[in-house]
C-alpha cells in the first residue's frame, strides 16, 4: 500500500486502499495566502485596423459580437479601423491580456467580423480605471452602450 503522494503514487487507490490523512495540532495557525489567484476585473481597450470595409457591415459584425458576448460595454468604429472597450474578469493582467488577444480571431467567422489585425492593446486594473476617470483622464465611461461611429 502507497502513502498519498509517495513516489509512483497516482493519486488513485486500489480497491480497499485507505487514504493518508494529515492532522493539524491544536493551536497551530493555517496560513491564508494573498487573494492573488481570485479573479479581479480589468478594463480591456481592444484596437483594430486593416483594409476598408463598408461602414453597415462593420456596425452589424460589432452588433453581432456584443449579442454573442454581452460583456462588451461599448465599440467605436470607422470603415478602416474599430476600437472594443468591455470588462473582464481574470486571475492577472497576462490571463485578461491573453483572453483579449484572442477575441477577435476567434469571433471573426461567427460574428462577421472584418479581416483586420490587432493594433493595439490596454489591459488596467479597476482601480486604475476608476482612478484616471476620476482625474480627468482617460476615456469617459461607456454611456451609451453599444457600437458607435468614431
Given at each position: 500500500m502507497r502513502a498519498a503522494g509517495e513516489a509512483g503514487g497516482s493519486g488513485a487507490?486500489?480497491?480497499?486502499?485507505?487514504?493518508a490523512l494529515t492532522s493539524v495540532a491544536a493551536g497551530d495557525r493555517f496560513e491564508v495566502e494573498e487573494p492573488r489567484d481570485?479573479?479581479?476585473?480589468?478594463?480591456v481597450t481592444l484596437s483594430v485596423s486593416g483594409e476598408e470595409a463598408p461602414?453597415?457591415?462593420?456596425?452589424?459584425?460589432?452588433?453581432?459580437?456584443?449579442h454573442d458576448h454581452p460583456?462588451?460595454?461599448?465599440s467605436r468604429y470607422a470603415n478602416d479601423h474599430a476600437e472594443i472597450r468591455y470588462w473582464e474578469e481574470a486571475r492577472d493582467l497576462h490571463d485578461a491580456a491573453a483572453v483579449a488577444l484572442r477575441l477577435w480571431g476567434e469571433h471573426r467567422q461567427t460574428a462577421g467580423l472584418p479581416p483586420w489585425e490587432i493594433v493595439?492593446?490596454?489591459?488596467?486594473?479597476?482601480q486604475t480605471y476608476h482612478q484616471r476617470i476620476a482625474e480627468g483622464y482617460g476615456?469617459?465611461?461607456?454611456?451609451?452602450?453599444?457600437?458607435h461611429p468614431f
Open positions: 487507490r486500489a480497491p480497499g486502499e485507505e487514504r481570485l479573479p479581479r476585473l480589468w478594463h461602414l453597415k457591415e462593420v456596425r452589424r459584425a460589432l452588433e453581432q459580437l456584443a460583456f462588451l460595454l461599448t493595439g492593446l490596454e489591459v488596467i486594473d479597476r476615456p469617459p465611461p461607456a454611456s451609451p452602450v453599444g457600437a
